[in-house]
């Protein structure tokens, strides 16, 4: 029996790839990062907290590019806090459509809560997966600071804060200089007033990313076909000289 050797299937399967592409990538990789946190500075985002009640939540605007979907199983975000006891192990997420600087807070598409895996100031929570199709999207991630208490005599402020950043080493973020912080929103975080804040925060997604629905042009159909027919010829010519003696 003929068989192709392996050297030509791995061209074939190389020029196939040459041809239309990788359809995904595989294991959970950072498809956004506002880049590196800027230690110097930070804003609110928090709900219930005892010191000051008025809950403050930053949005950090990213995109998905066209032809692209993505498949989320992850964000993170690099965070301050201090202040106060017992320290937060539960951290909360929303990805919002349709925010507006001093307009629209925008339509939830997919939140969650959970632990979290610490390096450093840099905050991750696992998501279950979720698909985001081309578009902008705004990310929040805040904690819920109720049933802490301030560790200051003196009742100081407690904090929890996400890091500004100068965009060193980002990912495909929108390096806009352009955040929302949504403040006075309610227990369940619905309402508010969309602030304008005009620096970008060190915060992402994880997951992975595939190309959405693609169809090859008439063009490289059969360009491809051509390929296959080649292909066929070679292994006639090689089966016609592969005659037992």
Known sequence: MFRLPTRSLA??????????????????????????????????????????????????????????????????????NGGYSPLVSVLNWEIRQGMVVSGSTGTVVAAGSGAFAQNGNVHTIAANPFTLNAGTYWLGIWADLSGTTSDDPNNADIFFGAEQTSGANAVNALSDGRAIWLVG???????????????????????????????????????????????????????RGSVVR
Do not use: H, K
């Open 185 to 239: 929103a309610d227990a369940l975080n619905a309402g508010g007033t969309a602030n304008d804040v005009d620096r970008d925060f060190a915060n992402g997604v994880l997951g992975r990313s595939t190309v959405n629905n693609v169809v090859p042009e008439p063009g490289s159909v059969l360009l491809m076909g051509s390929g296959l027919l080649a292909l066929g010829f070679v292994v006639r010519r090689r089966r």
């Open 11 to 80: 061209g074939l399967a190389l020029a196939l790839a040459a041809q239309f592409g990788a359809a995904s990538r595989g294991g959970a990789q950072v498809l956004t990062n506002g880049g590196d946190s800027d230690l110097f500075s930070s804003n609110a985002t928090w709900t219930n907290n005892p010191t000051n009640s008025l809950n403050q939540i930053i949005f950090d605007n990213f995109s998905v590019g066209s032809g692209l979907q993505w498949t989320v199983t992850g964000v993170f975000g690099s965070l301050a």
